[in-house]
């Protein structure tokens, strides 16, 4: 199947500083990426719908100036948190739709921790 | 827009016993159904999907689900599940064309030796 990868899959850093964190499609194009945030124990709640070469679409309370989506060219994606404060520590999760399958594929997700 | 109802948070079976993970969707002209497995700090990693065609979907691991269009469910079964299943999984709904997929809760499947 399509493999999407996502850098890093870790990261720690200081309260106010931004975090970038990228999601790539490897071996297929995708005009449209998503991207999920999942909290311990709970699911994934979609928070935007990112589309090449145009602006992201938000969810309803998703702030899109604290987290700024980018999709420049039909791998990538990438998601900023912006001012990271410690209620912004979660897994983020993004997903590529593969248009001739009608499928989408995850990413592994990252890890964030805002100290 | 659609949602997902997966009824049960927790579902603890023994090793080698049969499991079924329910999962309801709201109704919609036409739907895509998935089902997919998250082990800890892990991503996603799908089992099956319905699209169209046969109602009964057979994925990967052994699982199986079936399509019930008229009580709007989609419900996971394995007939003998091993230790290694053990895992979060989600039931995940779409509409036809480009929307996202809408996710359910999960449920936490144990399996106990």
């Known amino acids: 199947g399509a493999v999407v990868s996502q850098h890093p899959s870790r990261v720690i850093c200081k309260s106010g500083t931004s975090v970038k964190i990228e999601c790539r499609s490897l071996d297929f194009q995708a005009t449209t990426m998503f991207w999920y945030r999942q909290f311990p124990k709970q699911s994934l709640m979609l928070m935007a719908t990112s589309n090449e070469g145009s602006k992201a679409t938000y969810e309803q309370g998703v702030e899109k100036d604290k987290f700024l989506i980018n999709h420049a060219s039909l791998t990538l994606s990438t998601l900023t948190v912006t001012s990271a404060h410690p209620e912004d520590s979660s897994f983020y999760i993004c997903s590529a739709r593969d248009s001739p399958l009608n499928e989408q594929f995850f990413g592994p997700g990252t890890r964030l921790t805002v100290l | 827009a659609q949602s997902v109802t997966q009824l049960d948070s927790q579902v603890p079976v023994f090793e080698e016993a049969p499991v079924e993970l329910r999962c309801n969707y709201s109704?919609?002209?036409?739907?895509?159904l998935f089902w997919y497995v998250q082990y800890p700090n892990q991503g996603l990693q799908l089992l099956l999907k319905y699209l169209s065609g046969s109602t009964l979907v057979k994925g990967i691991n052994g699982f199986e689900a079936e399509f019930n269009k008229s009580q709007t469910s989609f419900h996971l079964r394995k007939p003998s599940v091993h230790i290694s299943d053990t895992a979060e999984y989600f039931c995940?709904?779409?509409?036809?064309?480009?929307?996202?997929?809408?996710f359910g809760k999960g449920t936490r499947l144990s399996v106990i030796a």
């Open positions: 109704s919609s002209v036409s739907v895509y």
């Open positions: 995940a709904v779409s509409d036809s064309g480009n929307t996202p997929l809408v």
